[in-house]
């Protein structure tokens, strides 16, 4: 794991990408030689931990995160319902978008909650997040990376530019369902700290789920809007009554 903090992150990062196999790493840029991809990879990645998340908390970097504020990779395991009777995600997305604010992202979960634009589940849900953060006013975060290229071009047009405002963010996060991977990803960590922390208070300490598109984090020139949101970092914090609610219908079923 790159140690975030390290004087020289340069030959951190450098050093952890050579131990890469050379078929995985060339993924990301076929067309490189390896000398090349190893130099534009280990540029990439130094600039993306060193860009401020501003959404999150003003000035703070990935680089900052010491080994006493952050997790990495945690697996999780959350029954749904009784893991026998199916239960469908439309009704998470509703319980959800009821308790948000307008605006994209509950038109996202709203839509999710039209009949038969989710599937029902049944069993267990697994998986593993990225990145679990203690942010500095105390709340901890769900950060999830993401190589993507996101472009807007033409059809048919080979080299389309490259996007990573904040329009485009959401447009991804909602039609790539990344926003619902991020409230499955919030509940996770609700439950975990419910269950492990005997003074935690969700609307003080669930803060929320961020994409960090690394491909658009320059470091600290990469441009913001007039919100102040850096490009590449998608930041969604939920009113904590919503990931309560969600966790409350994976847990109990529909109409619980």
């Known amino acids: 794991v790159v140690e975030f903090a390290a004087p020289d992150l340069d030959a951190e990062v450098r050093r952890h990408l050579e131990a890469v196999p050379p078929r995985r790493l060339a993924l990301l840029e076929p067309d490189l030689d390896r000398g090349d991809l190893l130099d534009r990879v280990t540029?990439?990645?130094?600039?993306a931990l060193g860009t401020p998340l501003d959404q999150m908390s003003p000035g703070l970097r990935l680089r900052d995160l010491g080994p006493d504020r952050r997790l990495a990779e945690p697996p999780f395991d959350l029954p749904l319902g009784d893991t026998r009777t199916p239960l469908p995600l439309g009704a998470v997305a509703a319980a959800v978008a009821s308790r948000l604010p307008a605006g994209g992202v509950r038109d996202g979960f709203?839509?999710?909650?039209?009949?038969?634009?989710?599937?029902?589940?049944?069993?267990?849900?697994?998986?593993?997040a990225d990145l679990v953060v203690r942010?500095?006013?105390?709340?901890?975060?769900?950060?999830?990376?993401?190589?993507?290229?996101?472009?807007?071009?033409?059809?048919?047009?080979?080299?389309?530019?490259?996007?990573?405002?904040?329009?485009?963010?959401?447009?991804?996060?909602?039609?790539?369902?990344?926003?619902?991977?991020g409230l499955l990803y919030l509940v996770a960590l609700h439950r975990w700290l419910d269950?492990?922390?005997?003074?935690?208070?969700?609307?003080?300490?669930?803060?929320?789920?961020?994409?960090?598109?690394?491909?658009?984090?320059?470091?600290?020139?990469?441009?913001?809007d007039s919100e102040g949101r850096r490009d590449g970092v998608w930041w969604w914090a939920p009113p904590a009554e919503a990931v309560v609610a969600a966790a409350r219908v994976l847990e109990l079923g529909v109409g619980s």
């Open 43 to 47: 540029r990439g990645l130094v600039a």
């Open 110 to 128: 709203a839509a999710l909650a039209e009949p038969g634009a989710a599937p029902e589940v049944a069993g267990w849900l697994t998986g593993v």
């Open 135 to 181: 942010l500095p006013d105390g709340r901890y975060a769900v950060l999830d990376h993401k190589t993507n290229r996101l472009t807007h071009g033409r059809p048919g047009q080979i080299d389309p530019p490259q996007r990573y405002d904040q329009p485009m963010l959401l447009h991804t996060a909602r039609h790539d369902l990344y926003m619902l991977q």
């Open 195 to 224: 269950r492990r922390d005997p003074g935690y208070d969700p609307e003080v300490h669930l803060g929320g789920f961020g994409l960090l598109f690394l491909r658009g984090m320059a470091g600290p020139a990469t441009p913001r």
